[in-house]
């Protein structure tokens, strides 16, 4: 039970920097990006193929999977601000275009990661008096490190004018900020999260496959729904912080679910119908106490 | 200082075309106020968003400070505009902090990496809020949406004179306030107008505002400007006179619709 506890914990930080990065798009830029599924996948790819053919570092390799996934996030950027294409739709037709580059990159639909050095193996090896939460503390660490450099961001000057676009762009136009190249740039930032969280789930689950980003947008909204109802917060250090609770909820529900959900006939393949459930519920959540409390006054 | 010349503005196209901006052509010195009149769809803040670059005109230029900005991006002209709309929802960034917004407005170019809030500027904030008489100090931390009507308009006027513009244009600011909060806001923006000397243009429906502040006032009405008035043939101007013009104006169209012809 503890190591499965254990397992669902790095989970949750390993997914939570997919997470951050579904938060800055849906939560500070109120852009709903659908690049993540995409993007996840071309940082596990990057990741693995760097380990594969050419034994790059495995903490290096996060970092180039980092900038593959802001150049996929520029790319939905600029297809929205520069050529005027709906966000939705920007951010499926990179989706797509990244399933074929992924493809590319990879060579094949499957990569294994059990005979090359991993950022586990090297976590293990370099902590191994921590025992077995060596790789936990490590990656607690890591997206902890992450937060706080968001955190610091975002009350930058800088920092602020990108929240700022998400909140009023027409304001923060008539302030003297650019909001295109604003939104280009949170959409590189978040994408680069995300591709860097697909290139530690790569190396953490020893392979990267060519369908594993396939709702990477609803576990993200997930953990930043589920986060964002238990802590109330403007500020945006716990706003951050309830991303990271809400995915390591998150992932803790799903090992129970997978564990003990059979006794109601939970199946593995379930878990992505029943995730968008709860999003649904979430999301629509305040339109049904509104309508509730309209009825009630109104009688 | 501004310069508008022969500026048209046409909204859609073919049948149900409207031209909101029929030829004007306006001229500001540094340190001129003027204020604007006219009916509902005169073309006043269409006047107001050509200037600032919301949006642009079908022909004709606007260059400021001698540069032509007919083309220039809103946000690039903002940082020598500011601008007050009416709706005091639009000024502010609601979700974020009375300091996070007065943080946005102190600087309208090259943004850093540096923190926004620092000691230094958040004295430099309860300064300039008390120095404006907005009682905002003990909130610099409340999200804006937490703010009164009023309250929001005081905000976005600290925020649209912090950073020491060019031009200073509002439509219609205190539109939405109740008369006590509207007077406070015209008191405010007459304060920093006069004592900063800024060059401003002001769209009122409120003709004893239009009268009293400035030193031009022009009467708009179907995209053009119809009457002018500055500096002592203003001061003389009484709010029935610019009633009887205006209606004389409003008589005129009604025949001219009338007329079988
Ligand atoms: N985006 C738009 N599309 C089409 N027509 C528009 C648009 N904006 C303004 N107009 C039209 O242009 C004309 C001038 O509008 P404008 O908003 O400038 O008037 P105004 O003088 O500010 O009026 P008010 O006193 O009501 O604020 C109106 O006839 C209006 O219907
Ligand atoms: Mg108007």
Redesign the pocket.
């Known amino acids: 039970m503890g190591s499965i506890l254990i397992h669902a914990a790095e989970q949750g930080f390993a997914y939570g920097i997919a997470a951050l990065g579904v938060f800055i798009t849906f939560r500070i830029l109120r852009f709903p990006d659908l690049t993540v599924d995409g993007s996840f996948v071309t940082g596990a790819a990057i990741a693995s193929s760097l380990l594969t053919s050419m034994g790059v570092d495995p903490f290096l390799a996060l970092a180039v999977a980092f900038g593959a996934g802001c150049v996929a996030g520029a790319v939905t950027g600029l297809l929205h601000t520069r050529l005027g294409i709906t966000d939705l739709l920007a951010g499926v037709l990179s989706m797509i275009m990244l399933y074929s580059i992924n493809l590319r990159i990879m060579g094949k639909p499957n990569i294994s990661l059990l005979r090359v050095t991993t950022l586990s193996d090297v976590v293990e090896k370099a902590l191994s008096p921590l025992g077995a939460v060596a790789l936990l503390v490590v990656l607690a660490g890591l997206t902890f490190l992450i937060k706080l450099v968001l955190d610091a961001f975002f009350r930058t000057e800088f920092g602020l004018a990108l929240r700022a676009t998400g909140d009023n762009e027409a304001m923060i136009v008539s302030q003297g900020v650019n909001t295109k190249s604003m939104k280009v740039f949170g959409l590189a930032l978040s994408n680069g999260l995300v591709a860097m969280s697909g290139a530690l789930v790569a190396q953490y689950s020893g392979f990267a496959d060519v369908g594993m980003g396939v709702g990477t947008i609803v576990t993200g909204l997930a953990a930043v729904i589920v986060g964002g109802s238990l802590i109330r917060s403007r500020r945006i250090g716990w706003m951050t912080a309830s991303v990271l609770v809400g995915s390591l909820i998150y992932r803790v529900a799903v090992m129970f679910a997978l564990r003990y959900g059979y006794l109601i006939g939970f199946q593995a393949s379930d878990l992505k119908l029943v995730t968008s459930l709860i999003v649904i519920v979430a999301l629509v959540i305040p339109t049904v106490r509104e309508r509730l409390m309209r009825k009630v006054g109104s009688c | 200082m501004l310069d508008v010349q022969g500026v048209e503005k046409r909204?859609?196209s073919g049948a149900d075309e409207?031209l909101?901006l029929a030829g004007i052509d306006l001229h500001l010195d540094r340190g001129d106020f003027l204020t604007v009149i006219?009916s509902?769809?005169?073309?006043?803040?269409?006047l107001l968003h050509v200037i600032c670059g919301v949006l642009l005109p079908t022909t004709g230029r606007v260059r400021l400070g001698g540069v032509d900005v007919t083309c220039a991006p809103a946000y690039r002209r903002a940082r020598r505009i500011s601008r007050i709309v009416q709706d005091p929802m639009k000024g502010t960034a609601p979700s974020m902090t009375v300091a996070e917004n007065l943080a946005l407005a102190s600087k309208r170019r090259g943004r850093t990496l540096r923190p926004a809030i620092s000691r230094r500027r958040r004295a430099a904030f309860v300064d300039r809020l008390s120095d404006l008489g907005v009682d905002l100090t003990t909130r610099l931390d409340d999200p804006v949406s937490t703010l009164s009507g009023g309250e929001r308009q005081a905000l976005a006027v600290a925020m649209a004179t912090l950073s020491c513009p060019d031009l200073l244009l509002l439509d219609?600011h205190t539109a939405a306030l109740d008369p006590k909060n509207a007077e406070r806001i015209v008191e405010l923006t007459r304060a920093f107008v006069e004592e900063s000397g800024l060059t401003t243009i002001m769209v009122t429906?409120n003709m004893d505002q239009a009268i009293e502040l400035g030193n031009r006032l022009a009467m708009?009405h179907k995209g053009q400007f119809v009457h002018e008035v500055r500096d002592e043939a203003k001061r003389r101007a009484r709010v029935c006179d610019l009633v009887e013009l205006f209606s004389r104006r409003h008589v005129a169209d009604d025949e001219l619709l009338l007329d079988p012809a």
């Open positions: 909204f859609r409207v909101a006219g509902n769809g005169a073309g006043k803040s269409t219609e429906h708009m």
